[in-house]
Structure formats: C-alpha cells, structure tokens
C-alpha cells in the first residue's frame, strides 16, 4: 500500500483528539475522505482516482461513491480555516490547493473513475474548530 | 474457492498463511496489496502446482519487470491453465512485454489480458502483438489503457486483429492515439474477422475527423455492443457522424459511453433518433456534457417512444435545472425499461426532484437505482423523497450525497427507513452534515433495519 503507517498512526491520534466532538462525520472521516499529503504517487490521475478511492473505502464492487476530492496540503492549512468559526459555519480557503477530483465514470464490472488535478481554493464545513466536510472546491 | 484482498499489507506470517489457501484456489486476487517482485517466486510455485487457477489478479503492486519474470516462469508450465490475468499498474516497462510475448505464444487457455497502467510504450506493445500473432494465442480480451502508446502502435495491432479471430473485448484508452490512427485502426477492425464486443477508446484523441470511420465499424460489425469513445473532443458534429452507423440497421449497440465529448443540445436530436429507433439500446452515459434542459427534453421525448428499451442513463452535470423535471417525470411515468437514473450534479433544486418524485410514484415506473448527490436539495425535499421511499417497493438504492438535508432532512428520511413498507436497500448518504442526534438515530437504525445500507 501506497500509504505509510506513519500517516494512519497520525490520523488515528486526531480521531481520539476530536472523539470529543460526538456528531457524524468527523475530523477523522474528513481526513480520511479529502485529505492525501504528500500526494500518493501514481501511474496517472485515473488510476490514482481507482486506487484511492479503493484505499480509502469508498469504492466496493457495486458500490461506487460518485464523487470524491482529495486535497494536497498539510491538514493543518485547513483547520486553520477552521479556527474560531463557529460550528456548522462553511469556511473557504484564502489560498489556493492542489486538489484531484475523481469522477465515477463506470459502476460495472468494477468502478472505474476519471481523475482530474486543478489548483483550488476549498470550502470546508466546520464542527469543534475542525473541518468535517468538504463542501466544495473551486477557482 | 476463491481469494479475494484488496488493500492489505501483507506480512510474512500472513503471506505464508495465504500461500496455503492459495495452492486450493481458482481465483486470487490481491489488488494493492503492497507485493513486490519477491511474492512473485512464491506465486510463481502457486501457477506451477495449481491446476485449478483460472484468474489471477494482481493490479496495483510494484511487481515490476523482474516480478513479471518470475511469475512467467509458472505461466509457461504445461500444466498452467490459468484464463484471465491482471496485472495492471503493475510497475511494468517494455522488458515485461518480451516475457508476456512468450506466454501468449505458449498458453492457449489465457483468454484475457489486462496489462493497463503500465509503461509499455509503443515498442513494448509491438513485442506483445507478436505474441497475439501466434496461432497458439486464443486470447479474447486485451486491455492497454493507458500504456503511453503514439500513433505509431496501429499497424502492429492491425496485424495481430487479422491474425486474431478470437478477440472480442479492446481497450486502448488514454493513450494519444489522434484521428490517422484511430481511422487506421477502425479501417483494420472493419477488415478483421473478429465477432469484437467491446471496443474503448476513451480519451484517445479523437475528434469529430474519426468518427465517420468509428460509425463504419458500427455499421460494420453488428457483434459490437459496448463502445466507449467518452473524454473526446468530438463535438456535436462528430456525434452526428457516429449515429450514421449506430442508425445503421446492422448495429446492434447495447452500451454507449459519450461522457464529457462537447456534446451540446444540438446533439440531443440525433441521440434522440438513436434513442428511438435502437430497441437493443441498454445503458447510456452523457455525462459532463452541456446538454441544458432543452436537450433534455429532446431525450426524454425519445424515451417514451414505445421502441426505447433504455435501462440505465447518466446525466450527471449537464447543465440541468428544474426546468427539464416535468419532461423526466413523464418518462418515468411510461417507460417501463428505465431502471438507472444518474442525474446528480445538476441543480434541480427542491422544485425539481419533488416532480421527479411524481413520475417515480406511477406504477409503471420500474427505476430501482436513482442518484440525485449535488442537486441543490434540502430538508424541504425530503418528506416527498420519504413519501417515495415507503411507497415505490422496487426503488432500492437511492443516492442524496453532497446535499444539505440538514437534521431535519436526515431524519425524515430515517422515519421512512424504519417504515417496513420501505424496501430501500442502500441509502447512499455521502459528505452530508449532522448533529449528535441523528447519529444516534442512524445507529439505533443499523438494529432495527440491518438488511438496510446507510452508506456515509
């Protein structure tokens, strides 16, 4: 696997910092859905769209999320965006990130995705000071 | 018996302990399973004593060339029966194709080959023809997507298609192939013997300069019944030269992908002829296309056309609004062969999808999948959608992803869940925000309703 204990080490201790905060879906789940820094290497953005998409659990064989972005930053430039912003609140970036978005393109035989890399500015929900869905991205 | 992991680390322990099962196994596939050249020995041995073993699927580990070379050496035993092998992204360079040459030339069972995601090149791949070329060879679907092949690689795979009445199934997508070649291709398709099924060539650099020849092979090989041109630029102008062949009355079309193409709503007129007159017509795909509501509404007039046997479409973003609604729904309310409806990323709004919701109540309609993730819904919607979900017993997946529902939203749709009339199987829920509340609902929700997927 292309992904480093080191990095679910690290997710797994932000998921007990945050257990504190008991609504769904969480810092945790964020990370795990839009965050991959630094950007898992990869043959092309199609593939890195099927892989990640497989790795990070939401692509099963007839079970395809339609839709997934992933952001390439140090998560820490997002919960900044975060900060003191009251629960609930969408929050967008100043600055702009490399992003890849995955599109499913095909669910049969298995799901197939197209990726595409922009540079973006991203709008997060936030919850207990920390992003907890990506709303959207955009220029 | 099967073995089927995907994205497992695998330690020694583990490895020896599935190296047992595997000597008993007619599948195995250990997709992302962080293998190198080194399991490849071991796998080798597997090939070698494993009568049995039809499919091996090894996508998405760095096996690389020297990997390739182990495993060929169980590959090219007698015994070795092995039909479907999978080895894309697989680290692979020119050097592995010389190896999978020699299988090729030396199995007669291999019946599929999926090498995509490697950097074969075009060199590469002419080695891999010579394979094909091989009498011995029976192989019947070859997929090479994107395997940085040029133009270059045609003639050396028109050569193998003449040689290769056994092919059914080819894929050569995101490789910048351009019109000549694409032509070339098409013109050898038409002169090979091969019954092909399945042609993909997605994101190859077709533009509208091809697509007279793509519609030559339509009218040309009534076997062909999944093309894949998505992620060209053909336009509107060359989508009217591909419905030449697909109104051809030899083309027997069933699956049609034209995702993100150019395609405007002038496109929607020639679509809708095909979509009327080609009963063998299964499963369409325009997404990211820019058909607006008035293309819209060209398709769904075709849909009700008693001869649209149509199963499944994919709409997703192209520029719908609420406007295009009332035409959908009364397609759902007459046709009957509808059964997937993509239609997510357009902004429909509450007003849109509680139109849809009308037609879907008809009991004509036969949908069971619909996806609605990004339409601009809210909390206002989802009484009419939790209407739907207790009284349509054959809609069983319902996707409202990337919606703000809110609390209230959710919970309403949580209220028709727990209804036993609701024969929802998978309530796709994606990135939707809420409280503490409705956390506790869906978890007392996953006891109560287990044959239920709340998917979030």
């Known amino acids: 696997m292309a992904m480093s204990s080191l990095w679910w080490t690290a997710i797994l201790l932000l998921a007990l910092t945050v257990s504190m905060f008991s609504g769904a879906p ?31 659990g939401m692509s099963f064989p007839g079970r395809c999320v339609t839709h997934n972005t992933f952001v390439h930053t140090e998560p820490a430039d997002l919960t900044s965006v975060c900060t003191n912003q009251p629960d609930d609140s969408l929050c967008t970036s100043g600055q702009h990130f490399p992003v890849t978005v995955c599109n499913l393109i095909r669910s049969h035989p298995t799901c197939a995705y197209s990726g595409n890399q922009f540079n973006h500015r991203v709008r997060v929900k936030c919850a207990g000071d920390l992003p907890v869905v990506l709303d959207s991205t955009f220029q | 018996m099967d073995l089927d992991i995907q994205c497992e680390e695998m330690n020694p322990s583990r490895w020896a302990e599935l190296l047992s099962t595997m000597k008993s196994c007619s599948t195995i596939r250990l997709d992302d399973c962080n293998l190198s050249s080194s399991n490849c020995k071991d796998l080798s041995s597997i090939i070698h004593t494993n009568p049995s073993l039809k499919e091996l699927k090894l996508n998405n580990n760095e096996l690389g060339d020297a990997g390739i070379d182990y495993l060929s050496k169980g590959l090219l035993t007698p015994s070795c029966s092995l039909q479907k092998l999978w080895l894309q992204n697989c680290n692979l360079t020119s050097a592995s194709c010389e190896t999978l040459r020699s299988v090729l030339s030396a199995q007669p069972s291999l019946t599929e080959l999926h090498v995509g995601d490697n950097k074969l090149g075009t060199a590469g791949v002419k080695v891999l023809c010579q394979g094909l070329m091989n009498p011995n060879c029976k192989l019947q679907k070859l997929q090479l997507e994107y395997c940085e092949l040029t133009a ?239 009284t349509k017993q054959n809609l069983i997946e319902l996707d409202l992803s990337y919606n703000t529902l809110e609390d209230e939203g959710v919970m309403k749709l949580c209220e028709a869940v727990r209804n036993p009339n609701c024969k929802i199987q998978q309530l796709i829920l994606y990135d939707i925000f809420w409280g503490p509340e409705v956390n506790d609902e869906l978890k007392a929700l996953e006891e109560a309703r287990p044959d239920v997927k709340i998917i979030s």
């Open chain 2, 152 to 390: 270059d690689i045609v003639e050396a795979l028109n050569a193998a298609l003449q040689a290769k009445p056994t092919l059914k199934e080819l894929s050569l997508s995101n490789n910048t192939l351009g019109d000549t070649a694409v032509k070339q291709l098409c013109r050898g398709l038409v002169e090979a013997s091969c019954d092909l099924e399945l042609l993909h060539l997605e994101n190859c650099g077709i533009t509208s300069d091809s697509c007279r020849d793509i519609s030559a092979v339509l009218s040309n090989k009534p076997s062909l019944l999944n093309l894949a041109v998505g992620d060209n630029k053909i336009g509107d102008a060359g989508l009217a030269l591909l419905c030449q062949g697909l109104l051809h009355p030899n083309c027997k079309i069933q699956k049609l992908w034209l995702w993100d193409c150019d395609l405007t709503s002038a496109s929607c007129k020639d679509l809708s002829r095909v979509f009327s007159t080609k009963e063998t017509l299964l499963e369409v795909s325009l997404i990211d296309n820019n058909l607006r509501d008035s293309g819209m509404e060209m398709l769904c007039q075709a849909l009700k056309d008693p001869k649209a046997h149509l199963q499944e479409l994919w709409v997703r973003e192209c520029g719908l609004t609420a406007a295009c609604c009332k035409a959908v729904s009364s397609v759902l309310s007459v046709n009957k062969h509808l059964q997937v409806l993509h239609i997510g990323e357009n902004k429909l709004g509450n007003a849109g999808v509680e139109i849809l919701c009308e037609g879907l109540l008809h009991p004509d309609c036969n949908i069971h999948s619909l996806w609605l993730g990004n339409c601009d819904i809210t909390a206002a919607c989802c009484a009419t959608l939790a209407n739907v979900m207790v």
């Open chain 1, 26 to 56: 969480t810092y945790q789940d964020f990370l795990q859905r839009h965050m991959d820094f630094p950007r898992t290497p990869s043959s092309d953005d199609n593939n890195y769209c099927n892989v990640m998409m497989m790795q990070r």
